[in-house]
């Protein structure tokens, strides 16, 4: 990443040019894309998929970007099932920090039986009590998830 394509003070922007320490570290990327398991409340498999360069919209997305991404949450989405065999996957865009816009990230997360048991809920109510309980994934689970999702996606 380059200094014109980083914002300075953006966490995304942070993690992804190891400004900051990344649990687990860079699962994959591509040309205009990369994918990091979620430093939040989401649970052990969760990933993220943001644009290299600070992007604050949809809308702002380039051509190439918008190409790659469609593809990719497919890739990402498949990788998922296959370590972790979910019930469902579920994809949403995330973008405020501190309610403002900020760099956008899709979130990538694993629902299973067992986690909707856990917290009584599922959809966003799942994220949201997860959120609420605040248990974050241990980093140790978290690096060994992202070494099985790097095989995956190297295979």
């Not at 300075?8 to 900051?20: E, H, I, K, R």
């Not at 990230?105 to 917290?119: G, K």
């Not at 599922?122 to 690096?143: I, W």
Request: net charge negative.
């Amino acid at each position: 990443m380059t200094d014109q394509e980083r914002q300075s003070g953006c966490l995304a922007c942070d993690l992804s040019s190891g400004a900051t320490h990344l649990p687990g570290g860079r699962v994959h990327a591509t040309r205009l894309w990369v994918v990091e398991h979620c430093i939040g409340p989401l649970g052990v498999g969760t990933l993220v998929v943001k644009p290299r360069r600070h992007v604050l919209h949809i809308a702002e997305l380039t051509a190439e970007e918008s190409a790659e991404l469609g593809p990719l949450l497919q890739r990402v989405t498949a990788a998922i099932e296959e370590v972790l065999l979910p019930e469902q996957v579920y994809a949403c865009l995330w973008s405020h920090s501190g309610g403002v816009p900020g760099h956008i990230h899709f979130v990538v997360q694993p629902a299973t039986r067992e986690l909707m048991n856990q917290y009584g809920a599922y959809g966003p109510a799942l994220q949201m009590a997860m959120f609420t309980e605040a248990d974050m994934p241990d980093e140790a689970a978290v690096a060994a998830i992202c070494t099985r999702y790097r095989a995956v996606f190297d295979a």
